[in-house]
Structure formats: structure tokens, C-alpha cells
């Protein structure tokens, strides 16, 4: 185990449901990050969270929706996702946001269908 | 287009081979930083090089960074079968933070 947990390893949803991602670390970092995996393309940063503060929103659609209630545990909440959505959604940490170093969970894989 | 472009997009060899990535880049970055993933799981940091450092070593593991070329290579000498997997460049830009940028990775397979 890396010390990052992501649950459910992985989850099928409709388009209409609403289901919610978790990320806990237990190595005592303050930034935690959702990145997306898709087949053939690099990943996608989608949310940094720095002492829970969200610092980096990289246009990502409303239908994701991120929360750091404390800075050892991240959400994505998703609903309404369309097939497009289906990937693998990483969580990450690390010490701070001097990029030295990323932690990673093993993911979660979407589907939507 | 993307800050870091792994090549070749997949390697095969025979375990005992070496095996060399290469990564392109296109602004100026703090530090270079390569990442394994075995399929389907999490990515796992290798190692980290400085912009102001050209040759690092860890292990079988060994990265060169060309700041002049904007390149980096990472070799993994005498490979086993246990080494398949995707290996992916993350770069820093200079000047941000909480920004790791990744390519898109080479797929190395190694055979017994």
C-alpha cells in the first residue's frame, strides 16, 4: 500500500445516478489532487487541494464536484456524468504544492454507462 | 500541445536487455520526474531530477536531463519480466505549483 487509499476500486454508474469518489492518505501531506486517466491520453489534472484550500480548478466540468473536508481525506462527487466520463480517477498527494514527489492511489475505474 | 511527450509510445525487449525512455519538454521546469504504473494501478514516483543536475542513478534506474535540449531519458539496465509496465515524465514548469504535468507514457514489455 502506497499510503493513499482511493474506494471504490471500481464503480459503475448510470447517467442519471449520483455517486461520490474518496481519497484518504495517511502520510501527514497538505496537497491532495484528482487527476483522469484516459485510454490513449496523458492524465488530466482536475483538482488540487493545498491545508484543504482548493488552489487549481482546471475547467473541469460542474458535474464533478470536489471536497477536502480535512487534509487527509478528498472527494469527487459525481452526477449526471455522461459516457465520456469513463476512465480511471487517480488521487495523489504530496508534502506540499513544491511538486517534489506525488503519492498515488491505485484509482478508481469509472464506467458510465 | 502537451509539455511532455514520452518515446517511443512502447517498447518490447527480452529481460536481460536495457531499456531507454526518452522524454521531450517545452518550457523551462524546476525539475524532471519519472513514474512507473503497472496496469491499472496508481502511478509510483522513480525519481526526481533537478533542473541544475544532469545524471541521476537509483538502483537499475538511471535519468539523464539535457536542459539545453529539453530532454531526459530514464534507462533501466539488466530489465526483468517484473519491470513491465508504463513509464511516464512529469514536469514542473518553473514558476508554478501543484502543476505536475504528464505525458502520456511508453509502454515497456518485457519478455521472459
Known amino acids: 500500500e502506497t499510503g493513499v487509499t482511493q474506494t471504490p476500486r471500481h464503480l459503475v454508474m448510470g447517467m442519471t445516478n449520483k455517486k461520490s469518489l474518496k481519497c484518504e492518505q495517511h502520510?501527514?501531506?497538505?496537497?491532495m489532487y484528482w487527476y483522469k486517466q484516459s485510454a490513449k491520453k496523458p492524465l488530466e489534472l482536475m483538482f488540487v487541494?493545498?491545508?484543504?484550500?482548493?488552489?487549481e480548478n482546471n475547467s473541469v466540468p460542474s458535474r464533478f464536484s470536489p471536497e477536502c473536508p480535512n487534509s487527509s481525506h478528498l472527494f469527487l462527487h459525481l452526477h449526471t456524468l455522461q459516457p465520456e466520463d469513463s476512465a480511471l480517477y487517480l488521487c495523489?498527494?504530496?508534502?506540499?504544492?513544491?511538486?517534489?514527489?506525488?503519492?498515488f492511489g491505485s484509482g478508481t475505474r469509472l464506467t458510465v454507462v | 500541445s502537451q509539455q511532455g511527450e514520452e518515446d517511443p509510445q512502447a517498447l518490447s525487449i527480452q529481460e536481460g536487455e536495457n531499456a531507454t525512455m526518452n522524454c521531450s519538454y517545452k518550457?523551462?521546469?524546476?525539475?524532471l520526474q519519472w513514474y512507473r504504473q503497472n496496469s491499472g494501478r496508481g502511478l509510483v514516483h522513480l525519481i526526481l531530477?533537478?533542473?541544475?543536475?544532469r545524471e541521476k542513478h537509483s538502483g537499475r534506474l538511471r535519468v539523464t536531463l539535457d536542459t539545453s535540449k529539453k530532454s531526459s531519458s530514464l534507462l533501466i539496465t539488466a530489465s526483468r519480466a517484473a519491470d513491465t509496465a508504463s513509464y511516464f515524465c512529469?514536469?514542473?514548469?518553473?514558476?508554478?505549483?501543484?502543476?505536475?504535468?504528464f505525458g502520456k507514457g511508453t509502454k515497456l514489455s518485457v519478455k521472459p
Open positions: 518550457t523551462s521546469i524546476n525539475n
Open positions: 512529469a514536469t514542473d514548469l518553473r514558476g508554478s505549483q501543484g502543476n505536475l504535468i
Open positions: 531530477i533537478r533542473s541544475n543536475e
Open positions: 487541494y493545498s491545508l484543504e484550500e482548493r488552489v
Open positions: 495523489a498527494s504530496s508534502q506540499d504544492l513544491s511538486n517534489y514527489g506525488y503519492t
Open positions: 502520510l501527514g501531506h497538505n496537497a
